[in-house]
């Protein structure tokens, strides 16, 4: 904000012992005339920031109705279809309803054709939202060959063994299943702590089966506006038909499909309508051909029972953290790459990390080089790690406790 300008300097009364008094009568005059001018002066610009001061304070007001309207009312998406000069026409998405209406000023000299828009229940425009692809594509990772290979997970194989027999083997040899006459799973849950390997796990066997990996993080489809995240769910499956084979990643899947809570507040209201609109995807999965659709959580416990269902997420695997074989391959394979002096004991360093995820021992190994680099070294040493260690608890202790509880 800008500052209001500097007052004008106080006039200030000289008077001169050497004057006679009709001099000093005529320098006072002269000061009342300047003090009267000055007063008059100020009380202008007073009037003026006090008119200010009225304008702006109606525009909080008018800031506080609209923020009050956006918090409180569900908003509905529509886009815009034309600007006239008695309002704006605009089409709601979901039923395609024409209707003419509203927008603020100040929205209005933003508006265009094709602009994508939430309105509330009196269909007022209240908000300019962002380009709908954008918004799509920044909710989804598709990677069309990620470059995860089961070599690159460690510690947990028999996990590895039942993902491949749940999602790649009806993926490479679906006949093998009708000619045994089962059904192959229809969606497999992973559930552990956080940071042990379940995105890598999804990632590799997509790859492995030369399928498309679709990713979907459960928290981008719990959305704001009506709608939205059911859509982007019949999205998802819509372009996992189009590139099948596919493999779908739902992450945080918990985001979605808790358990129903008793608040009936419109946002949980929202919430379920998302998790119905994935369970009728995945009821009418058979007909879509070549895809398999995984999904993870760290909440396992906040599941509803209706996303486990058969026929729904009805293989579940437990991904937990490492034993201290599982740290040890972990640890290899995050030092392969690095130059690890010769005589570093990577099982007397694993034997050390009791309650650290993948996740953690991939940065120990990052912090570990950082240490050897500092010191000007080319090879990383035994003691880099135990350093890096030292440095990770200390960073991590409250942090991990919180994690840990989550789970
Ligand atoms: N079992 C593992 N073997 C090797 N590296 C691992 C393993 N688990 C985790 N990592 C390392 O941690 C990173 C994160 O793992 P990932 O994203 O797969 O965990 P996540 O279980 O999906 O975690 P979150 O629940 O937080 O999404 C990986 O990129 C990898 O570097």
New binding site residues.
């Given amino acids: 904000m800008s500052h209001s300008p500097s007052l004008p300097d106080r006039p200030r009364l000289e008077l001169d012992p050497e004057m006679s008094e009709a001099e000093r009568l005529e320098a006072i005059r002269q000061h009342y005339r300047r003090i009267v001018h000055m007063n008059e002066e100020l009380s202008d610009r007073l009037d003026d920031v006090q008119g200010r001061r009225g304008d702006l304070k109606s525009e909080v007001d008018q800031l506080k109705r609209e923020n009050e309207t956006l918090k409180t009312s569900s908003l509905y998406i529509a886009s815009v279809e034309e600007i006239t000069e008695d309002g704006v026409v605009i089409k709601q998405h979901g039923n395609n309803q024409e209707v003419l209406t509203q927008a603020s000023t100040r929205l209005e000299a933003d508006l265009r054709p094709g602009d994508r828009v939430a309105i509330n229940d009196s269909f007022a425009v209240q908000q300019v939202l962002d380009d709908e692809t954008d918004s799509r594509a920044q909710a989804m990772e598709v990677a069309e060959s990620p470059d995860?290979v089961y070599d690159?997970?460690?510690?947990?194989d028999e996990q590895i063994r039942e993902v491949r027999e749940a999602v790649e083997d009806p993926l490479e040899n679906p006949e093998q299943f009708e000619t045994v006459g089962v059904e192959p799973p229809s969606g497999v849950l992973?559930h552990?702590?956080?940071?042990?390997?379940?995105?890598?796990?999804?990632?590799a066997v997509a790859n492995e089966s030369d399928a498309t990996f679709i990713k979907m993080a459960g928290s981008e489809l719990v959305r704001k506006f009506i709608g939205e995240g059911s859509r982007l769910v019949r999205d998802l499956f819509e372009l996992a038909a189009e590139r099948e084979p596919a493999v779908i990643f739902i992450?945080?899947i918990d985001a979605v499909a808790s358990k129903r809570t008793d608040s009936k507040t419109s946002g949980d209201a929202e919430v379920q309508r998302t998790m119905m609109q994935l369970l009728s995807e995945m009821d009418g999965f058979d007909e879509r051909g070549e895809i398999r659709i995984m999904a993870?959580?760290?909440r396992f416990d906040m599941l509803d029972e209706a996303i486990l269902r058969p026929g729904r997420f009805d293989r579940l695997i437990e991904?937990p953290e490492?034993g201290p074989e599982?740290r040890e391959?972990?640890l290899e394979?995050?030092t392969q790459e690095m130059n690890v002096a010769a005589d570093v004991d990577v099982g007397v360093v694993a034997r050390e990390l009791d309650g650290y995820?993948?996740?953690?021992?991939?940065?120990l190994a990052t912090e570990a080089g950082m240490f050897a680099i500092r010191d000007g070294r080319t090879e990383v040493i035994q003691s880099d790690f135990e350093r890096a260690r030292e440095k990770l608890q200390d960073a991590d202790k409250t942090e991990d406790r919180v994690i840990n509880y989550q789970y």
């Fill in positions: 995860v690159d997970i460690g510690g947990i992973l552990g702590p956080p940071g042990t390997g379940k995105t890598m796990l999804a990632k992450d945080e993870a959580t760290n991904v490492p599982g391959r972990i394979i995050h995820s993948g996740a953690d021992i991939a940065s």
